[in-house]
């Protein structure tokens, strides 16, 4: 009896196998592969399943999650159609895009506000200026600066747990570049992931937490966590779609991306996919929870892209504090 039954269960559970793999073999229709920020991923994959409804499911859209210096490492090696970015490309990944043929056109897509969080048992947090931001995280700190009263004398001896993107992240670069001053330069010795979730559980369960990361990822759990205002000359602000929009959460605003490969707009359905994306920003941005760019902007991006202008309005560096507006006056290079 128990050897009937077993053999029952073998044959059903490789007939189970088998209708598994035929289902995910049997697709043979287009596939649009994008990569990179999980910053930029809500906005794009908000993209992705309106698009693929419109299609009535006759073009996939991959997007995936390896943060934005991982995303360029597969979309300078062929490996996608588009890259998303939460900041523009680096001279290396330009070098390495040149080096297998690579060319992409540069479109800024919405604004970030990068948002620094404490433990909503912090009771003695409310802001922290550029300063004390780079005290904590400055590389010279990595192993001194352990407890929140060497910040601010006046805070308590609580431990100092740090939380923040991994060496691969666009944010990690960005904050970097914007607190301590040259980008990748960080202490060490804190949890770092590319998975912004795994940042969100770090600091919601640890009443010294402080980290950063993009604004979506704060409204989506700010029952679990609290903003900090920051200060940065003239006098603290919180982030919010309105301080970023009139320009006075800085200097930890800025424009996020998505790079298209020119190669892969020979095929028509990225083509649609990336004309869908720039028309439909302005709605569903916003309910996202980030900030859509003026109509103005996506109106260049849509120029910008069909007249296929290639390359980068930013020289391979980082840009901390540039509106939108300024970088699409500028003049994309390769």
């Known amino acids: 009896m128990k050897t009937k039954m077993m053999s029952k269960i073998l044959t059903l559970t490789l007939g189970l196998v088998s209708l598994s793999l035929s289902t995910t073999t049997i697709w043979?229709?287009?596939?649009?592969?994008?990569?990179?920020?999980?910053?930029?991923?809500?906005?794009?994959?908000?993209?992705?399943?309106?698009?693929?409804?419109?299609?009535?499911?006759?073009?996939?859209?991959?997007?995936?999650?390896?943060?934005?210096?991982g995303g360029f490492k597969k979309f300078c090696r062929g490996e996608t159609?588009?890259?998303?970015a939460s900041r523009p490309i680096l001279k290396k990944e330009m070098e390495d895009c040149y080096l297998q043929?690579?060319?992409?056109?540069?479109?800024?897509?919405?604004?970030?506000?990068?948002?620094?969080?404490?433990?909503?048992?912090?009771?003695?947090?409310?802001?922290?200026?550029?300063a004390e931001l780079k005290r904590i995280w400055a590389p010279e700190s990595q192993g001194q600066v352990l407890k929140w009263n060497q910040v601010r004398p006046e805070w308590p001896t609580e431990p100092l747990k740090l939380y923040g993107p991994g060496s691969d992240s666009g944010t990690f670069d960005y904050f970097t570049e914007a607190a301590?001053?040259?980008?990748?330069?960080?202490?060490?010795?804190?949890t770092a992931s590319e998975d912004d979730n795994v940042l969100v559980q770090g600091i919601a369960n640890d009443k010294g937490a402080l980290g950063y990361f993009g604004f979506a990822y704060y409204i989506e759990n700010k029952d679990?966590?609290?903003?900090?205002?920051?200060?940065?000359?003239?006098?603290?602000?919180?982030?919010?779609?309105?301080?970023?929009?009139?320009?006075?959460?800085?200097?930890?605003?800025?424009?996020?991306?998505?790079?298209?490969?020119?190669?892969?707009?020979?095929?028509?359905?990225?083509?649609?996919f990336v004309e869908f994306y720039l028309k439909n920003a302005p709605t569903l941005v916003p309910q996202v929870k980030y900030v859509p760019l003026p109509p103005?902007?996506?109106?260049?991006?849509?120029?910008?892209?069909?007249?296929?202008?290639?390359?980068?309005?930013?020289?391979?560096?980082?840009?901390?504090?540039?509106k939108v507006?300024?970088?699409?006056?500028?003049?994309p290079k390769l």
Request: proline letters at 6%.
């Open 28 to 69: 043979a229709g287009p596939v649009i592969k994008i990569d990179g920020s999980s910053t930029v991923y809500p906005i794009t994959e908000a993209m992705a399943e309106e698009f693929q409804k419109s299609k009535g499911g006759a073009v996939k859209v991959t997007v995936g999650i390896s943060g934005t210096g």
């Open 81 to 84: 159609d588009i890259s998303d």
């Open 101 to 130: 043929g690579i060319k992409y056109i540069e479109l800024p897509i919405a604004y970030d506000a990068l948002t620094v969080m404490v433990n909503p048992q912090n009771s003695w947090v409310t802001s922290m200026t550029m």
């Open 180 to 190: 301590v001053g040259k980008a990748k330069a960080s202490r060490g010795d804190y």
């Open 224 to 272: 679990k966590l609290k903003a900090v205002a920051i200060d940065g000359g003239k006098g603290p602000v919180l982030p919010s779609p309105q301080t970023v929009e009139n320009g006075a959460y800085q200097p930890l605003s800025r424009p996020i991306f998505i790079y298209v490969s020119t190669q892969a707009i020979n095929k028509p359905e990225v083509k649609e």
């Open 296 to 322: 103005a902007a996506y109106a260049a991006d849509l120029g910008r892209f069909q007249n296929k202008k290639v390359g980068t309005a930013f020289s391979g560096v980082e840009a901390v504090g540039l």
């Open 325 to 331: 507006e300024e970088i699409l006056k500028r003049e």
